[in-house]
């Protein structure tokens, strides 16, 4: 039986995403808020194992996190990248002192056979994080992006050419072989679920590569709870990030209604901005509306409440139309 107390899923990558998982934390007991994080945009850099989206999804749970950059920690130092710089070391990604601290100790558990499942559930139980971040899988999915100068890994893509390249077709290497991780299944299929949220990501780098893995799609059409979908776009441009220029060199309309089309099936509402009210006519999921930008906090915790209300009165009209 759905209930209101029951535990809230979100699929999360990216800095939107990471935003309104920290509202969602917000309102919702730690106990009942579990975020699955993409780990598509993971990669191998200067000997390191480096899992963006997941620590995004720590340092902002846990308060730690750089508000002006979205990524890294809050009062980082930049020793490290300085005495690297002065050996040739390459530095175009940057790490922050602080911050090299959990790559350096998560690529030694790795090594030590440990999952990024466990490893993530422990770094946070350290960094006093509560709601659960659950990697996506604890198998290696990684994006790579055909461009008009050929196949980029997504970090080069993303960062080293700051997203330049035209983007022709995206690919996540190992997703088919790949097993999503244990509890994200679990949970989809749990009785007291009362919601899955889709976060405000870029649907392409964050969230598809999430869809990708095998089972997942099933698992959210066959999912007992409200899946609810939170619009990246806003009045056809996109809050940050390639969302829109990929959408363009996809060849796909700017909009949010769009968005909405390419998670037709997988989810029973969509909350769109405000901006967008006269824009998401044809759809067949019922359509909410909220301001969806998040600048400050308390608009991360109302957009978070507008998800979370808007599931639970699809709830309530799915049980009255039983
Ligand atoms: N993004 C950048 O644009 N430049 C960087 O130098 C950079 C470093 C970095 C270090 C650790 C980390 O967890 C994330 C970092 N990011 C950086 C962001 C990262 O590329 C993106 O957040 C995700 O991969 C896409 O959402």
Redesign the pocket.
Known sequence: MISRDGTVLALS???GGAKLALGLSHVLPSGRLAVVANTG?DFEHLGLS?S??I??LMYTLAGLDNPETG??RAGETWNFMAALEALGGETW???GDR?LATHVERTRRLAAGETLSAITADLCRRLGVGPRILPMSDDRVRTRVKTDEGWLDF?DY??RRRCAPRVLELSFAGASQARPQFEFLRLLDAPDLRAVVICPSNPFI?IDPILAVPEVREALRQCAAPVVAVSPIIGGKAVKGPTAKMMAELGLPISAAEVARRYDGLIDGYVADHADVGAMSGLSVQVAFARTLMQSLDDRIALARAALDFADALQDRRVAAE
């Open positions: 990558g990216g800095i945009d480096i963006p989206d620590d995004t990524w890294g990604f940057r790490l911050d970090q993303f960062v964050s």
